[in-house]
């Protein structure tokens, strides 16, 4: 079966740097994908993978690894409003995009 | 960027009366949109995926018959929740792809909270 893992919540102080991991066993793969979704709220796009590396966008960067079936969310700075839950998203080989449980972060000041 | 909308943002109605909900595509023509429902606490649960001018795929444990799903244009999907119930109350929330954007992306609309009372 498909599976999606990434820790189910996860506490950061405000100003450090937090890491979000997620692993995948995806039937094919056609990218990885990160949204913020703060509660009651719909979820956001934050970054996309498809190749091997590291991918910088501002404050947060997306790292992935096809070989090992694994990604993270990098977030910098960490400020207050980034308390939210991160949903890990992988397309499989039909293009269908198979989602995590998400990570709720909390940010402590 | 992208942006998709929805209507209503949320909606109060009773048991047994039919909401419909309107999925948008401002700024893109979306060849494929998808309605997903989330309960609190919870991750997304894709309902259905609907390709412009064709039927709705329906995820498994969906009753197609209890969730109407037209893509008539580009720009426009509905879901129908017929004969509503309480069990039914949930956020439901679209999502738009385009195949001229890329990394097959969804963009994302605020979400209808929908209460049944």
């Known amino acids: ?109 | 960027g992208a942006v998709v909308s929805q209507h209503p943002s949320w909606v109060i109605c009773k048991s047994g009366t039919s909401v419909k909900i309107e999925c948008r595509s401002l700024d893109f023509q979306a060849t494929t949109m998808f309605w997903y429902r989330q309960f609190p606490k919870q991750s997304l649960m894709l309902m259905a995926t609907s390709n412009e001018g064709s039927k709705a795929t329906y995820e498994q444990g969906v009753e197609k018959d209890k969730f109407l799903i037209n893509h008539a244009s580009l720009t426009l999907s509905t879901l129908t929740v017929t004969s509503a119930h309480p069990e039914d109350s949930s956020f439901y929330i679209c999502s738009a792809r385009s195949a001229g954007r890329s990394a097959d992306t969804q963009y994302f609309g605020p979400g209808t909270r929908l209460t049944v009372l």
Not at chain 1, 12 to 18: D, L, N
Request: contains cysteine.
């Open chain 1, 1 to 109: 079966g498909q599976n999606i893992d990434q820790p189910t919540e996860m506490t950061a102080t405000e100003g450090a740097i937090v890491q979000i991991n997620c692993t995948y066993q995806t039937s094919g793969f056609n990218g990885l994908f990160w949204y913020q979704q703060h509660a009651g709220e719909a979820p956001t796009f934050l970054s996309y993978n498809v190749l091997d590396g590291l991918e910088e966008k501002g404050r947060f960067s997306s790292f992935l690894s096809r070989s090992k079936g694994y990604s993270y969310l990098l977030l910098k700075e960490l400020q207050m409003k980034d308390s939210a839950s991160y949903l890990c998203a992988v397309l499989d080989g039909n293009y269908q995009l198979i989602w995590g449980a998400g990570t709720k972060l909390i940010i402590k000041p």
